[in-house]
């Protein structure tokens, strides 16, 4: 297997637009990183599964308030090894991406703090596809069929392309910092699913009009989006339909509740 370079990898972790997320609310905490979930906040099982996949990585946490996670039990163990640092969140996940990529370097491999389900071969899988296809940025997707597989109410919507239907895994890979321009897509947060507008701000109105009518590839729609950013991006396709299911509402709790007990 190549050995490739180890990223520096950031965790996204704080409050969308600075709102309480409706989650956090329920478990009466501030962020939702700390809401419990099979027996430990989100964001401690995520970065469990951080320290596993590389024992060298740099580990920033981008949060609003570092207080919250004085007493995750992950946040002190990586802390005391020396291997994790805290940035600041900024107003939007770009500028937050922009802050962390300045005090942590690249490569740089992006989560974020609710994605519980996330693998140790999914995170070195997109890390060794940007190196191997030679990307300035890679995004870790997972197919329609293989999330439904994994359970029938994992993710209700998907990207559909002329070939293929994926949701993304909230992993995304940067090589330097010219690849910071792909991430300006995420300016205005990047719920594309949720609120379709955005695909136009982002990407231009013929990018929209093609989507809309399943005109591209998957492959294809990533070569347009290489020439519009003027990095190379590029799609890494993962086979675990998991991947895709982030705690992101109550009924994607529930879901993440019943596949961590699964496999307990």
């Known amino acids: 297997m190549t050995d490739h370079p180890t990223p520096t990898i950031l965790v996204l972790a704080g409050k969308r637009d600075g709102k309480l997320d409706p989650l956090a609310e329920r478990a009466g905490v501030s962020h939702k990183a700390v809401v419990p979930i099979a027996g430990r906040p989100l964001i401690g099982h995520v970065l469990q599964t951080l320290e596993a996949a590389w024992d060298d990585a740099k580990i920033l946490i981008s ?4 207080s919250v996670l004085e007493d995750v039990e992950e946040v002190k163990r990586l802390k005391s090894a020396g291997r994790l640092e805290m940035t600041m969140a900024q107003h939007g996940i770009v500028e937050s991406v922009e802050a962390a990529a300045a005090q942590g370097g690249f490569p ?4 974020t703090g609710d994605n519980v389900l996330t693998t140790v071969d999914a995170l070195r899988a997109v890390n060794a596809a940007g190196h191997d296809r030679g990307a300035d940025a890679v995004l870790g997707l997972a197919r329609r069929e293989d999330i439904q597989a994994a359970h029938p109410d994992g993710q209700r919507k998907f990207y559909e392309f002329k070939d293929i239907a994926i949701a993304n895994c909230n992993i995304y890979w940067l090589r330097n910092e010219k ?15 949720k609120t379709p507008g955005a695909i136009r701000k982002a990407f231009g109105l013929w990018n929209l009009i093609r989507f809309r009518f399943r005109m591209d590839t998957l492959y294809g729609a990533m070569d347009r989006l290489s020439k519009r950013f003027g990095v190379r991006v590029i799609a890494h396709v993962l086979d675990d339909g998991r991947l895709a299911i982030d705690v992101d509402n109550e009924r994607t709790y529930r879901v993440t509740e019943e596949l ?5």
């Open 260 to 264: 961590l007990a699964a496999d307990a």
């Open 179 to 193: 690849s910071l321009q792909a991430a300006e897509a995420f300016r205005d947060g990047g719920q594309f699913i």
């Open 63 to 66: 949060i609003h308030d570092p």
């Open 108 to 111: 740089l491999l992006i989560t």
